[in-house]
């Protein structure tokens, strides 16, 4: 996609947007309390009350903190119960059960919010379900990262619909999806095309972002990527260190977080319900939030 810049960027602007950051971090906690422990969160949601839910991928364990960094409960793979083979990302659904994206096992499963597992989706029809997102409609959509396409189910799991998704090159496990809330537009974290991509429902793709524009610099390792009500897209730039917002049509409006702010391999993001933008970095296991002017 490109732009004409020229009237939307001083040169004062793009010196602001490239080393300032346009949000404040107001609130920070870590999951991990032995500190001889890497952890790695590499999916990150909110449910109804506020609560933080995340997976752990290197324990293999899903997570509920509170606001304030108080666990609330954990569920998933233990030294005798291995009930993950991959674990990745992690929606709420419609319902309040928990999807969870398993790449490594081929489908998503559902639990409550115990814990208990529920059913799965995917079983025979996905290669790599990489991602989970929900939409207004309470559909579940998978991301398969291998055969590039995202498929639609019900919080029930039963499958309704799929749609093929256009990529220059193959993508990988650190691919993510959203929906956008403002306008329903799919969003897609293309990794290794180090790019941003929206998509009708039907697949058609409306833009792209690759980091070209005036006080901008080359998006590298998109990973977690969400939007809030306004329709702004915040994508974690994991190896670039920043927290990229854009607007809803693709159009650079500055980085909400970078080293500047002490930001660290970002690597999932997801909004709060106060409006706060929450990072996980993905190896500190610190769970940073962020003010911002929408």
């Keep these: 996609m490109s732009y004409d810049?020229?009237?939307?960027?001083?040169?004062?602007?793009?010196?602001?947007?490239?080393?300032?950051?346009?949000?404040?971090?107001?609130?920070?906690?870590?999951?991990?309390?032995n500190p001889h422990k890497t952890p790695n969160i590499c999916g990150l949601t909110v449910n109804h009350r506020n609560d933080i839910v995340l997976m752990d991928g290197k324990a293999q364990?899903?997570?509920t903190f509170r606001y304030s960094g108080t666990q609330r409960h954990q569920f998933g793979?233990?030294?005798?119960?291995?009930?993950?083979?991959?674990?990745k990302d992690v929606a709420i659904l419609s319902?309040?059960?928990i999807a969870i994206a398993d790449p490594g096992d081929g489908v998503a499963k559902i639990y409550d919010r115990t814990g208990h597992y529920l059913l799965q989706c995917g079983r025979d029809l996905l290669m790599s379900p990489c991602s989970v997102t929900t939409n207004h409609k309470g559909e579940i959509l998978l991301l398969d990262s291998y055969l590039r396409q995202v498929h639609f189910f019900t919080p029930h799991g039963h499958h309704l619909r799929h749609i093929p998704i256009e990529?220059?090159?193959?993508?990988?496990?650190?691919?993510?999806?959203a929906v956008n809330k403002f306008n329903g537009d799919i969003l897609l974290s293309d990794n290794i095309g180090n790019k941003v991509k929206a998509f009708s429902q039907k697949g058609e793709l409306l833009w792209e972002q690759c980091g070209l524009e005036e006080g901008q610099v080359q998006m590298l390792d998109p990973c977690g990527i969400c939007s809030d009500i306004y329709?702004?897209?915040?994508?974690?730039?994991?190896?670039?260190?920043?927290?990229?917002?854009?607007?809803?049509?693709?159009?650079?409006?500055?980085?909400?977080?970078?080293?500047?702010n002490k930001i660290d391999v970002p690597q999932v993001v997801a909004i709060d319900n106060y409006?706060?933008?929450?990072?996980g970095e993905a190896y500190s296991g610190k769970v940073k939030f962020f003010t911002y002017q929408p």
């Design 5 to 33: 810049t020229s009237q939307k960027f001083t040169l004062f602007d793009a010196r602001l947007h490239r080393n300032s950051s346009l949000g404040r971090q107001a609130h920070c906690f870590n999951i991990e309390k």
């Design 61 to 63: 364990r899903l997570k």
């Design 77 to 87: 793979s233990t030294l005798f119960s291995k009930i993950f083979v991959q674990p």
């Design 95 to 97: 319902n309040r059960n």
């Design 167 to 177: 990529i220059t090159q193959e993508m990988d496990d650190d691919c993510y999806i």
């Design 231 to 260: 329709g702004n897209v915040f994508v974690a730039e994991k190896n670039n260190y920043k927290v990229t917002m854009l607007s809803h049509d693709g159009t650079f409006k500055g980085y909400i977080a970078t080293e500047d």
């Design 275 to 279: 409006g706060q933008l929450v990072v």
